[in-house]
């Protein structure tokens, strides 16, 4: 079944050698995005871009070799009303747009108007993140919108480096093609990029309960998932990598109904599920198991294991045996 949401890609790699930029320039250049494209120096070009469609949000993962990308006053259709953030992840680039001049680092963005020319230089390959956002919606969070075009976007902003992490996670895990997850989702993007941009006071305090708490915590949740054999992890560890007190991070569990040593305590059960029931785990011993999965009390890894599958270690471990 074709999924609503599924993701368009387009690389340069899918190209004959000798034909990449001919092909670029029509079928991204001209086709798609209305820009006149140039390489940069002695770098063979290269492109590759995955495009997907939310409601209401656009957003394109690309990767880009040095090039300059143009967009002129023949490009712009009339009455184009384009609007979004582009974000470097990676690589260097100078943008000039709508009278302003921007050097861009990785990590920095800048709202760009796509019914105004501009002229964005990549002057060292990398990676750009760019949304497409909905005018109106986002022009209630944020007054003025017209005086973000003329700041940048500084790698420090929290909302910034929250709203990439929150694009990431959702790539990675295949979550931008859910369609029960679609629209909460954009919701979550427009306001991370409406506080990035400088959200009205009202709209901060609207976006943050809505949508930054929960991006947040999903942010929190990887980072444990990713560090769950370390067995000194803990709340004040996590909170300092994010840069949050422990007091709210709890607050961000308990939003869910649970709380942060709930959440790690199942999380390392379900890790140890998988390594006991997983062929490529028959030779480790479940001792082992147990301390890579973070628990220091092997004692109180079979209880805990016990109480939330019905079943201790050695016996869910022997089930899965006998049923391959």
């Not at 869910?256 to 030779?283: C, Q």
Request: aromatic share 8%; net charge positive; glycine share 8%.
């Amino acid at each position: 079944m074709t999924c609503a949401f599924a993701p368009l890609r387009i690389s340069t790699d899918a190209f004959p050698p000798h034909r990449r930029l001919a092909m670029w320039r029509e079928i991204f250049g001209r086709n798609i995005t209305s820009v006149d494209i140039d390489p940069v120096g002695e770098e063979p070009f290269q492109a590759d871009v995955t495009f997907h469609a939310l409601p209401r949000v656009g957003a394109a993962f690309g990767r880009r070799s040095p090039a300059r990308y143009t967009i002129g006053k023949r490009q712009l259709t009339e009455g184009g009303d384009g609007f979004g953030i582009s974000i470097l992840t990676s690589g260097a680039a100078r943008i000039a747009h709508l009278g302003r001049e921007f050097v861009i680092e990785a990590g920095n963005a800048v709202v760009m108007s796509g019914a105004d020319p501009s002229d964005s230089l990549m002057y060292r390959g990398g990676r750009v993140v760019t949304i497409a956002l909905p005018r109106a919606e986002t022009a209630a969070f944020v007054p003025n919108l017209a005086d973000a075009y003329r700041r940048l976007i500084p790698a420090t902003s929290g909302p910034l480096r929250l709203l990439i992490r929150y694009l990431d996670m959702l790539r990675r895990d295949d979550l931008l093609i859910a369609p029960a997850l679609a629209w909460k989702a954009a919701t979550y993007i427009i306001d991370l990029a409406a506080l990035a941009m400088g959200a009205s006071t009202d709209a901060t305090r609207l976006a943050e309960e809505r949508s930054a708490g929960a991006a947040r915590l999903l942010a929190v949740k990887a980072d444990i998932v990713a560090r769950l054999g370390d067995r000194d992890l803990s709340i004040a560890a996590i909170a300092a990598q994010h840069g949050i007190t422990p007091r709210y991070v709890q607050s961000l569990f308990e939003r869910e109904g649970t709380t942060f040593s709930a959440f790690l305590l199942n999380s390392r059960l379900a890790r140890a599920l998988h390594m006991l029931t997983g062929p490529g785990y028959d030779a480790h011993r479940i001792s082992a198991i147990g301390y890579e999965c973070g628990f220091s009390d092997l004692s109180y890894f079979n209880r805990a294991f016990r109480r939330l599958y019905g079943a201790t270690p050695s016996e869910v471990r022997e089930q899965a045996r006998l049923a391959r």
